[in-house]
T-cell receptor, first 116, second 115 residues
Framework: EPEVTQTPSHQVTQMGQEVILRCVPI?????FYWYRQILGQKVEFLVS????????KSEIFDDQFSVERPDGSNFTLKIRSTKLEDSAMYFC??????????????FGSGTQLSVL | GNSVTQMEGPVTLSEEAFLTINCTYT??????LFWYVQYPGEGLQLLLK?????DKGSNKGFEATYRKETTSFHLEKGSVQVSDSAVYFC??????????????FGKGTKLSVKP
């Protein structure tokens, strides 16, 4: 089965530094997502991306966050100035071209971000 | 707002035991309901889903029935195996309101099955 690939699996950074989390969605998918899970908390929706623009974002996704699809294959999440509370597992997901919300999401295995 | 509550873990069972993981939801409108599973070192995978009241989703011996009257979607399996050890997430998605693909998850329940 095709896979969503995330790199790195674990990233450590200092508070205030910029980080970029990378994802390679499944090649013919059109909708892309980032979620995160703080340890012991729920998996939370951050942002969805379609047709080279953000289609929806949560309250968490403030000005410190940005997403980009720089080259038609990668999908990145940038945090400009990391805070301690950004420490979490970040999941990338993608799905195909149907508008239905019932369509299956494919998730990557996540990037564990640790902000020190 | 919309939310999902699932039972706290971890859950530890012996092989061939019966499994229930409770999940209840709060939603305005008509959600679709999902169970996702995350095996160690892997991403979340869709396990089963139900899109309307009284639907039963099933896969790999797991079942869950969409109960509108109790706003529940409990996950069950009659006889668990060691290979079922994973974290299970209940989730919902709204069909209307523009939230296409935006899943609302519970915290996840870690299941450990011992031989």
């Amino acid at each position: 089965e095709p896979e969503v690939t995330q790199t790195p699996s674990h990233q450590v950074t200092q508070m205030g530094q910029e980080v970029i989390l990378r994802c390679v969605p499944i090649s013919n998918h059109l909708y892309f997502y980032w979620y995160r899970q703080i340890l012991g908390q729920k998996v939370e929706f951050l942002v969805s991306f379609y047709n080279n623009e953000i289609s929806e974002k949560s309250e968490i996704f403030d000005d410190q966050f940005s997403v980009e699809r720089p080259d038609g294959s990668n999908f990145t999440l940038k945090i400009r100035s990391t805070k301690l509370e950004d420490s979490a597992m970040y999941f990338c997901a993608s799905r195909g071209g149907q508008a239905s919300t019932n369509e299956k999401l494919f998730f990557g295995s996540g990037t564990q971000l640790s902000v020190l | 707002g919309n939310s999902v509550t699932q039972m706290e873990g971890p859950v530890t069972l012996s092989e061939e035991a019966f499994l229930t993981i409770n999940c209840t939801y709060t939603a305005t409108g008509y959600p679709s309901l999902f169970w996702y599973v995350q095996y160690p070192g892997e991403g979340l995978q869709l396990l089963l889903k139900a899109t309307k009241a009284d639907d039963k989703g099933s896969n790999k011996g797991f079942e869950a029935t969409y109960r509108k009257e109790t706003t529940s979607f409990h996950l069950e399996k009659g006889s668990v195996q060691v290979s079922d050890s994973a974290v299970y997430f209940c989730a919902l998605s709204m069909l209307y309101g523009g939230s296409q693909g935006n899943l609302i998850f519970g915290k996840g329940t870690k299941l450990s099955v011992k031989p």
